[in-house]
């Protein structure tokens, strides 16, 4: 079992960046598959990156695939969520989700869930 908790979301100009944090605690990172997602209200939850626990092999969906990148830190049990060229298609909840299965994150599927962190851009 492993806990999840997001941070460093906020509120950031279109164009910006933003780092957001996924610390994880309960059972190492590299038993798992950690994916990204997101939730815009009156939108379906979407996957948007994911990195292998086992073997470093990232995952990212064509809409932030050259702007996003997918990080770890292993001393620190973390993951993280570089953004790059925030636009307006950005806003949302963002969650990490956790899974055994690498594919299965790749596939939206997940078993253990944090409670999501905000990004929101200014106008």
């Known amino acids: 079992q492993v806990q999840l908790v997001e941070s460093g979301g906020g509120l950031v100009q279109p164009g910006g960046s933003l780092r957001l944090s996924c610390a994880a605690s309960?059972?190492?990172?590299?038993?798992?598959?950690i994916g990204w997602f997101r939730q815009a209200p009156g939108k379906e939850r979407e996957g948007d990156s994911c990195?292998?626990?086992?073997?470093?092999?990232?995952y990212y969906a064509d809409s932030v695939k050259g702007r996003f990148t997918i990080s770890r830190d292993i001393a620190k049990n973390t993951v993280y969520l570089q953004m790059n060229g925030v636009g307006p298609g950005d806003p949302a909840v963002y969650y990490c989700?956790?899974?055994?299965?690498?594919?299965?994150?790749?596939?939206?599927?997940?078993?253990?869930w944090g409670r999501g962190t905000l990004v929101a851009v200014s106008s």
């Open positions: 990195i292998n626990g086992r073997d470093g092999n990232t």
């Open positions: 309960g059972s190492p990172l590299d038993y798992f598959a």
């Open positions: 989700a956790a899974n055994f299965d690498y594919r299965a994150v790749v596939a939206g599927m997940a078993v253990y």
